[in-house]
């Protein structure tokens, strides 16, 4: 395939999905019988995805089918599930984080993958997220903490959450200023923070970040929030089947504003009674000029949205069962 706007989907159904969206179609199709697939990435390059599952981190080719479209390379890296990952970017490294109560950032230029360094806690790892310095993680686990760790340093620290019992982050996502982190919760509400775009630690100090809002954003079980490009947007996802845009643009003004942009909902395929969960949002993502925003659905759809006019303009429809995560990746405009 020739680089080219590229939307590659994971479902229960055991296959991960190359799309052309522009065309709505199918352009390549990877059955993956070992593990579901809980989470995608796209080298910043667009030459490699990485699709994380039980125990292991699959990589694929994203510009041609090779060897009957099978991995690349598997790689062993937890003991749990992997939750969580993406790459650094340069793609010299990787990073993931896991049921298993651990983040490692790996170094892909060893033909075993390397571990280069390790975050461990004792509860699960949900979300992971790599500021701009390429040095920070944001790391959110199920117990309710939101930490902030330095791989240069071997440090780390925690930023201020205010929580109900039994209630914990299930996504963590940095803006590519790296001015904005937002995190939301299992009990659907977001914390969004101020934090520096050089350093969130710093020797001695507290971390450089500040609480700005914090609001609830759906009913239900909040599942991603994901910011645009352009940092003026940001995304949250539940399990109401309703997604929501938030305009953040002026969220770390003098005068600090946020507000509802508008909720999102396609119509349904017919005939999609019993599915289950069939109302959980589980991923999104944005088109690079944050124009448009990509909504995959358990009922085994992903939809093409118009921010400005909320219309649904594409739909690519092909998978058998509802779709757990995708990625995207254009190579006309700057990547996050």
């Not at 289950?276 to 949205?305: C, H, M, Q």
């Not at 739909?315 to 995560?325: E, L, M, P, V």
Request: proline letters at 4%; glycine letters at 6%; hydrophobic letters at 40%.
């Amino acid at each position: 395939m020739s680089p080219r706007p590229l939307l590659v989907t994971a479902s229960h159904d055991d296959s991960i999905r190359y799309w052309d969206i522009a065309e709505e179609r199918i352009l390549e199709t990877i059955v993956v019988k070992d593990s579901q697939i809980n989470a995608l990435a796209i080298a910043p390059n667009g030459n490699y995805i990485l699709a994380g599952g039980y125990q292991n981190v699959k990589l694929f080719d994203a510009l041609h089918a090779t060897n009957q479209n099978q991995a690349l390379q598997t790689y062993a890296v937890h003991e749990k599930n992997v939750t969580s990952l993406g790459f650094t970017a340069d793609a010299v490294a990787i990073f993931t984080g896991s049921d298993d109560g651990t983040a490692r950032v790996w170094d892909r230029r060893s033909p075993k993958l390397s571990c280069m360094s390790a975050f461990r806690l004792n509860v699960a790892i949900n979300s992971v997220a790599l500021h701009r310095n390429q040095t920070e993680f944001l790391v959110a686990d199920a117990a309710g903490g939101l930490y902030i760790w330095d791989i240069r340093m071997n440090k780390s620290d925690s930023l201020q959450l205010e929580l109900n019992s039994n209630e914990f982050v299930t996504c963590v996502d940095i803006d590519s200023a790296s001015k904005q982190v937002a995190a939301i919760t299992n009990r659907g509400k977001v914390f969004l923070y101020s934090v520096s775009d050089t350093k969130i630690l710093s020797e001695g100090q507290h971390p450089n970040a500040a609480l700005m809002f914090r609001y609830a954003a759906h009913p239900s079980y909040g599942l991603r929030c994901r910011f645009s490009p352009d940092g003026k947007w940001l995304i949250t996802t539940a399990g109401d089947d309703l997604p929501r845009l938030w305009d953040v643009s002026q969220a770390l003004a003098e005068q600090p504003t946020l507000s509802l942009k508008r909720s999102f909902e396609g119509e349904k395929l017919p005939n999609n009674r019993g599915l289950e969960n069939d109302t959980w949002i589980w991923d999104a993502a944005f088109t690079n000029d944050s124009t448009k925003i990509i909504i995959p659905g358990t009922d085994r759809v992903t939809r093409l949205f118009d921010i400005e006019s909320g219309n649904e303009i594409r739909r690519c429809t092909g998978h058998a069962k509802g779709i757990t995560a995708i990625a995207f990746w254009d190579p006309c405009s700057r990547q996050r």
